[in-house]
């Protein structure tokens, strides 16, 4: 196959949202920080991200307990699939 790109990781349902909703957080709230464990570009905290998880209906028909759980679980998904980066509880898309 004549040297195809490496394909990103493919997520779906929770963590495809959860992705979804961290580039609104970016968008609404992201930060350039300074230091050189951060991007170069703007993050945003774990707090701003799940706001914008609930306006991407991440959490509709889930029990107000459920709802961090099913938040961190998405995360964990991107984070395992190299798709998000934290630093001190800051968070970006790679």
């Not at 300074?34 to 170069?40: K, L």
């Not at 028909?61 to 759980?69: K, V």
């Amino acid at each position: 196959d004549g040297g195809a790109e490496p394909r990103r990781a493919k997520v779906k349902g929770k963590a495809e949202s959860a992705l979804q909703a961290l580039h609104t957080a970016i968008e609404r709230h992201g930060v350039t920080r300074q230091g050189p464990d951060y991007p170069e570009r703007p993050s945003v905290t774990k707090e701003q991200w799940r706001d914008c998880a609930a306006l991407h209906g991440l959490f509709e028909g889930i029990a107000e307990n459920s709802i961090r759980p099913t938040f961190n679980r998405a995360v964990s998904e991107l984070n395992d699939k190299a798709l998000v980066r934290c630093f001190n509880e800051i968070w970006w898309p790679t």
